[in-house]
């Protein structure tokens, strides 16, 4: 190239002919980014008019499509009705959509760099701090509240509690929070991880007897990358030596019958169950590829780099297979839904411990499923399709991205946002910004 002060030199007719053919090539691409990228606002718009929970800033699990929403009421969460663990209800998924979503919002504002984007990353995060002040147990992160605004059920889990320290690292770590807000974010994210670690990084009920459930504690893949990002994040934030020493302690530990360490554990990638309509698996797995994508960002010793982008390559070509799910989504679809949760209670049974809980709260699934037929479609042609591209975006390998990219740039304009029940799409946003509008994962 030349430099400002060189004449131009004219382009042959050749030449200008490639270009020409070039750029018309690149049109339906860039066509295709137009509409992602209006799908993916649109899809933002529609969380904010009827899936945020506005008394805490939190995502609610699915509304009306006129914003109907019922709340438990302090009475039914006291008795765990319909069930302890809040399964089946609006408020079950509060932080582990908020934190997903947080990642999305701090990638939306990286690229617009305006405030509305700020505002609505900030709320989100204001209501995730909220969820780990509500309980009177240490650790204990609560899923959502009640129709009161503080009475919640007494069950969290490990599937609540990573996206909410993954969703506040991702945020202090932005440049949006003030100082303030970022030095109380990370000495609340401290205390809760010091907690769970004294729990044997295992999740506390916010009841007396009623157990743990779920935690980061066991020999697999999931929980190695989660439990590893937990620990390597919170000494980015705030300095402690203890979470760096017990990150490269536990990183290189054998664990379970196979003696592997956690670090081969993650080069393997984790496994999304095969693409049918009964197996949905990415949703809950896509956290751990995130924790995977964050340890790649943190992690200065090339060798351990390349171990965990291993494992987030393996899991973007396994993801892939979920793609082809949206094929079965159909617009003409009049499936119902019912909002009205409280059919369940006729269900409903005392619980003593999380484990009765559990164990009602799957004996009621197949009953939520007979009544509200839509919720599990939606599950199958939206949220897992829709959360497999954002995998395969996680993985930030190139060539991955480029095999898949046109078929996850049109995923994101054939749904119809104001008809979904369910708000798991709000990963589309994640989608967006991470690989269309953002070129690649953070």
């Given amino acids: 190239m030349g430099t400002a002060g060189e004449a131009a030199r004219p382009i042959s007719r050749r030449a200008a002919l490639r270009m020409g053919a070039a750029l018309a090539g690149m049109a339906p691409l860039a066509r295709a980014d137009d509409a992602a990228g209006l799908a993916a606002e649109a899809a933002h718009?529609?969380?904010?008019?009827?899936?945020?929970?506005?008394?805490?800033?939190?995502?609610?699990?699915?509304?009306?499509?006129d914003s109907e929403v019922i709340l438990p009421t302090p009475e039914e969460c006291g008795a765990c009705m319909p069930n302890g663990m809040s399964w089946s209800l609006p408020i079950e998924d509060g932080p582990f959509f908020g934190g997903i979503y947080l990642h999305g919002l701090c990638r939306r504002w990286a690229v617009r760099r305006d405030d509305e984007a700020a505002d609505k990353a900030r709320r989100i995060a204001s209501g995730l701090m909220k969820m780990a002040e509500i309980g009177q147990t240490p650790g204990f992160i609560a899923r959502g509240l009640g129709a009161d605004g503080r009475a919640h059920y007494p069950a969290s889990s490990e599937d609540q509690a990573f996206p909410w320290f993954y969703g506040l690292w991702r945020y202090a770590r932005s440049g949006i929070a003030g100082e303030d807000e970022r030095r109380a974010i990370v000495a609340r994210m401290?205390?809760?991880?010091r907690a769970i670690e004294g729990h044997g990084w295992q999740i506390p009920c916010d009841r007396e007897g009623f157990g743990y459930r779920g935690g980061f504690h066991r020999p697999t893949?999931?929980?190695?990358?989660?439990?590893?990002?937990?620990l390597r994040a919170l000494h980015e934030l705030d300095g402690d030596a203890h979470w760096l020493r017990e990150y490269r302690r536990l990183l290189l530990e054998p664990v379970g019958k196979?003696?592997?360490?956690?670090?081969?554990?993650?080069?393997?990638?984790?496994?999304?169950?095969?693409?049918?309509?009964?197996?949905?698996?990415?949703?809950?797995?896509?956290m751990c590829q995130a924790a995977l994508r964050g340890l790649v960002e943190l992690e200065a010793d090339g060798a351990l780099r390349a171990a965990f982008q291993r494992g987030l390559d393996a899991s973007a070509d396994r993801a892939s297979a979920h793609l082809g799910r949206a094929g079965r989504y159909d617009r003409a679809n009049a499936l119902r839904f019912d909002p009205d949760w409280r059919f369940l209670n006729g269900a409903w049974k005392p619980q003593r411990t999380c484990d009765e809980a559990i164990a009602l709260a799957r004996s009621q699934l197949p009953l939520w499923a007979a009544r509200s037929p839509r919720g599990p479609w939606e599950d199958d042609v939206v949220r897992e399709p829709l959360f497999a591209a954002w995998v395969i975006?996680?993985?930030?390998?190139?060539?991955?991205?480029?095999?898949?990219?046109?078929?996850?740039?049109?995923?994101?304009?054939?749904?119809?946002?104001r008809?979904?029940?369910?708000?798991?799409?709000?990963?589309?946003?994640?989608?967006q910004y991470d690989l269309v509008a953002g070129g690649g994962a953070p």
């Fill in 393 to 417: 975006a996680l993985s930030g390998n190139p060539e991955i991205v480029a095999r898949h990219r046109e078929s996850i740039v049109a995923l994101l304009p054939r749904y119809e946002w």
């Fill in 419 to 431: 008809r979904l029940w369910t708000s798991s799409f709000f990963i589309a946003v994640n989608v």
């Fill in 221 to 230: 893949g999931r929980d190695a990358s989660r439990l590893l990002l937990v």
């Fill in 258 to 286: 196979s003696a592997r360490t956690r670090a081969e554990l993650c080069a393997e990638g984790f496994d999304f169950g095969p693409p049918v309509a009964d197996e949905s698996h990415v949703w809950t797995t896509s």
């Fill in 45 to 65: 718009a529609e969380i904010w008019r009827r899936f945020v929970d506005r008394r805490i800033d939190a995502l609610l699990h699915y509304a009306g499509l």
């Fill in 190 to 193: 401290g205390a809760v991880a």
